[in-house]
């Protein structure tokens, strides 16, 4: 019986690794919300060449995060 209970927790591992990224490349899809100012410039960047335009929800997004982060940097440089 220990046995069959084990089985499906091995699966779980197995599974597991295959969701992982490779080492050396950035997660797909990171929430904006744990992106440092950087990766907020690029997808901006990435994001504008793309659509051509910041209009669409996700760039406003972005621009309010990286606000967000340049009055933080601002208060604690004073």
Same mark, same amino acid.
């Given at each position: 019986?220990?046995?069959?209970?084990?089985?499906?927790?091995?699966?779980?591992?197995?599974?597991?690794?295959?969701?992982?990224?490779?080492?050396?490349?950035?997660?797909?899809?990171?929430?904006?919300?744990?992106?440092?100012?950087?990766?907020?410039?690029?997808? +901006?960047?990435?994001? *504008? #060449?793309?659509? @051509? &335009?910041?209009?669409?929800?996700?760039?406003?997004? +972005?621009?309010?995060? *990286? #606000?967000?982060? @340049? &009055?933080?940097?601002?208060?604690?440089?004073?």
């Amino acid at each position: 019986m220990a046995e069959e209970k084990k089985a499906p927790e091995a699966k779980q591992e197995q599974a597991a690794p295959d969701a992982k990224t490779p080492q050396g490349q950035a997660k797909k899809n990171k929430k904006i919300s744990q992106m440092t100012l950087k990766e907020i410039d690029e997808k +901006l960047t990435s994001v *504008k #060449d793309k659509m @051509g &335009r910041l209009d669409s929800r996700y760039a406003k997004e +972005l621009l309010g995060k *990286k #606000d967000e982060l @340049g &009055r933080a940097v601002a208060k604690s440089g004073q």
